[in-house]
């Protein structure tokens, strides 16, 4: 199978035979094989941090993509906003988890079988040249290339900008003292899942 990039094409001419895909506002890059050795199946450009406005059309156009069901996501609670519990997806209920302990530049969507599909996150603000520059890497295979590496050959920064929360510029843990400024340890594998 060949690797699938959807994201919006460039205008017709009148003259193009190409017609475009009902679907390619979503724009999504996924590599319907995984190689285990790949450290993310694709990436994913959403329009915004709004976790219960993007989730669903990415379950939609994944579970079609891929002939599977998805059962769960997994995501960075710092880097979205507005997360549900669970999201309706075709007649079931897709359970979402938030971790502060995973990489925040990636989701993973787990299913009923076979392996989960980590995906990079491209920041919804991220110019469109260097969006569709990431989205056609990660389509390509990157096996043994880290989040950092992909990143930085599509010229986009390595490390997401903090964010402000509720209380104020800096994050706290919950331990006590600010993580701001602290940069998160780089991402050696595939991100872990857990409940």
Not at 101 to 112: C, E, G, K
Not at 147 to 157: E, N, R, S, V
Request: hydrophobic share 45%.
């Amino acid at each position: 199978m060949t690797p699938t990039l959807l994201f919006p094409p460039a205008p017709l001419s009148p003259a193009s035979p190409a017609i475009p895909r009902a679907d390619s506002a979503l724009r999504l890059s996924l590599n319907p094989v995984p190689n285990r050795l790949a450290v993310v199946d694709g990436a994913w450009w959403p329009s915004s941090r709004d976790a219960a406005a993007e989730l669903p059309g990415l379950i939609a156009a994944v579970d079609r993509l891929l002939d599977r069901v998805t059962l769960r996501i997994g995501l960075h609670g710092d880097v979205w906003q507005n997360i549900p519990r669970r999201i309706p997806a075709r007649g079931r209920q897709v359970r979402i988890g938030w971790f502060r302990h995973t990489d925040p530049r990636v989701i993973t969507l787990s299913f009923a079988t076979g392996e989960p599909v980590v995906l990079l996150i491209i920041p919804s603000g991220t110019p469109a040249g260097a969006a569709g520059a990431t989205l056609k890497l990660t389509a390509q295979d990157i096996a043994g290339m880290s989040i950092d590496a992909i990143l930085t050959l599509a010229h986009l920064p390595a490390r997401p900008a903090p964010r402000a929360t509720a209380d104020g510029p800096a994050r706290w843990e919950d331990e006590g003292g600010s993580v701001i400024g602290q940069a998160a340890q780089p991402s050696t594998g595939r991100p872990a899942t857990s409940e």
